[in-house]
């Protein structure tokens, strides 16, 4: 539900959702048009059938077990390399990376200089460096990265004063060396001023 709407918006859905299908068997043994019925008003209904066929297939073929591996994951329909990634973590406590735009973001600019060309694939690779190798730490980072790319370093500010990484961000850095300078400029700016105002003031 979460592929391209806000959490706001999905808050009204997902709730009542699990309540009409509480388990993967009742969501694959619904009619298409019930599921499609009980998206409506969500939009991007493909979700919604591609969740379906899932449901029939993990039932049909996985004997009602839903896989834990990213590759396995990625096999089902709907489920891309993200998709994969958030549920092998948030789910099974598997030490993957889930890279979407918040956490690509954060990477660029805590590894990279803002001119650098980056390829996905090489973003993806370094994220799985980051991930810590235990269960419930890769859970936490990767909860803790994705919220840091959607409240501090946003893409319209990154706020780097109030960033807890800013010491091992290369943008941060840099940011807030200019920040620093930009402060003191200012403030030798003020003093200068003031004391021009103290001679003229004696020169009267
Ligand atoms: S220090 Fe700044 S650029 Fe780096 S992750 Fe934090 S907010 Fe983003």
Redesign the pocket.
């Known amino acids: 539900m979460l592929q391209q709407t806000q959490v706001s918006r999905v808050e009204q859905y997902y709730g009542k959702f699990l309540l009409q299908y509480p388990t993967i068997r009742d969501l694959a043994v619904a009619a298409p048009a019930q599921v499609r019925e009980a998206w409506q008003g969500l939009g991007y209904y493909r979700r919604a059938s591609n969740l379906h066929r899932l449901a029939i297939s993990i039932m049909e073929e996985r004997n009602g077990i839903m896989p834990e591996s990213v590759q396995e994951l990625e096999r089902l329909p709907g489920v891309g390399r993200y998709t994969a990634g958030a549920v092998a973590t948030f789910a099974f406590e598997q030490a993957e990376p889930a890279v979407d735009t918040n956490v690509g973001r954060?990477i660029r600019?805590?590894f990279f200089s803002p001119r650098a060309r980056v390829t996905e694939k090489r973003i993806w690779r370094l994220a799985k460096t980051l991930v810590p190798r235990k269960g419930k730490p890769a859970w936490t980072f990767n909860q803790a990265i994705m919220e840091?790319g959607a409240l501090?370093?946003t893409a319209r500010i990154?706020?780097?004063g109030e960033?807890p990484?800013?010491s091992a961000?290369?943008?941060?850095q840099k940011?807030l060396t200019t920040e620093a300078r930009n402060t003191r400029r200012m403030h030798g700016m003020r003093l200068s001023r003031a004391s021009d105002n103290i001679h003229q003031e004696k020169r009267r």
Do not use: D, I, Q
Not at 169 to 172: D, F, K, T, V
């Open positions: 954060v600019r805590a840091l501090v370093c990154a706020r780097c960033c990484v800013r961000c290369r943008s941060g940011n």
